[in-house]
């Protein structure tokens, strides 16, 4: 096999069918079919409508990935997909798409974890990543640290959120406050305008509650405090400042983030902060995490906003490296584990 394998990848984990393309760490393609619109009036994603939609938009996406890369898919070396954690129903869809392409072809066939993906497309984007690395995953359902020796082999999980993940709690506080979902790219605009006005409460950061949990995250309570503050507003006839709770809620969960974050990164000892998973396309993450990480001498990565949210080249770029690191291939009876923990990186 070539030293820079041509490897496709699939991702069916939750809304996005996504198909991407790479060439050892060179990003060809990402092609994405969103069914985000088909969910948005239930205010939240139908996972039956999610794999009916992934079933529609297969083969379309695979052929548009391969013409927008002026490739042939006889020439593909490996083929990745999402095997979990995700919706079971959408994780179907791709892993036996992923299964018909590599039988047909003949090629060996990875199925891996999303999370780690969502570690490894940093590859793509800004070269290997440093051995070891600390990432932060931030998703609309984990929220975790993880300690990243080797994305293709080891990963170790510092701590995670107790209750909801950072992209539940965006969506559900946008649902409070009257937004679309998903709820993160339009509290990530509406703050912009507003300002830091309400102290909204930090969870699991001071006293006993940070020594028994000091890089796990809690959202529930944050949700719940924005929750009543807007119903005392509400009740009282008064008129509720979005954009000034939206600013507020985001920093608190911004805030509590990057502050664990670089305290893992002195802790471990390690000089390299990963941001991935679609939280990490918030701008105001990205901002506090550099301004964070620059005190403290960490270099961060964070990929660009649309390599963040879920795709296909994430699939690719961790599936070839599995290749380039010769990781032994999933057979055939591979299925898809909705459960998938974050420290099992191939199926
Ligand atoms: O990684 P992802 O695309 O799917 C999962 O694996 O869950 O993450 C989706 C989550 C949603 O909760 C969405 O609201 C959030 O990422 N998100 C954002 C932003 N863009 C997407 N949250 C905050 N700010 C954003 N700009
Ligand atoms: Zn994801």
């Not at 590859?123 to 984990?142: D, N």
């Not at 990164?265 to 105001?284: D, T």
């Amino acid at each position: 096999m070539a030293d820079r394998p041509l490897v496709l990848g699939i991702e069916t984990s939750c809304d996005e069918t996504g198909v991407g393309i790479v060439r050892g760490e060179t990003l060809l393609v990402d092609a994405i079919a969103s069914s985000v619109d088909e969910h948005a009036r239930f205010g939240g994603v139908v996972p039956e409508v999610a794999s009916r939609a992934h079933l529609e938009a297969m083969i379309p996406t695979i052929e548009r990935a391969c013409t927008t890369a002026g490739v042939s898919l006889r020439e593909v070396d490996a083929v990745a997909v999402t095997s979990g954690p995700g919706l079971a129903g959408a994780l179907m869809v791709g892993v036996a798409a992923a299964k018909s392409l590599a039988v047909g072809l003949g090629v060996p066939l990875f199925g891996v974890n999303h999370l780690a993906s969502h570690v490894a497309v940093d590859i793509v984007e800004h070269g290997p990543l440093p051995e070891p690395t600390m990432a932060l995953l931030v998703s609309g359902g984990h929220s975790s640290l993880l300690l990243v020796p080797d994305v293709t082999n080891e990963i170790s999980s510092l701590g995670s959120t107790i209750d909801d993940a950072a992209g539940e709690a965006f969506d559900k506080v946008a649902r409070v406050l009257g937004l679309p979902f998903p709820g993160g790219p339009h509290i990530d605009r509406a703050a912009r305008e507003g300002q830091v006005t309400i102290d909204f409460p930090r969870g699991l950061t001071t006293g006993r509650d940070l020594e028994r949990h000091r890089f796990d995250f809690s959202f529930s309570g944050l949700k719940t405090a924005v929750a009543r503050w807007v119903e005392l507003r509400q009740r009282a006839g008064e008129p509720v400042p979005v954009a000034d709770v939206a600013a507020s809620f985001q920093e608190a969960v911004v805030d509590v983030l990057t502050r664990k974050a670089v305290a893992a990164c002195r802790a471990e000892g390690v000089g390299h902060l990963q941001i991935g998973g679609g939280v990490a396309a918030n701008s105001r993450l990205r901002a506090l995490a550099q301004e964070r990480c620059d005190a403290a001498g960490v270099e961060l990565r964070v990929p660009r906003p649309g390599l963040c949210t879920d795709n296909g080249a994430m699939v690719a770029a961790l599936g070839a490296q599995m290749v380039l690191r010769g990781r032994t291939p999933s057979d055939l009876g591979l299925s898809a584990d909705s459960s998938m923990p974050v420290t099992e990186i191939s199926a």
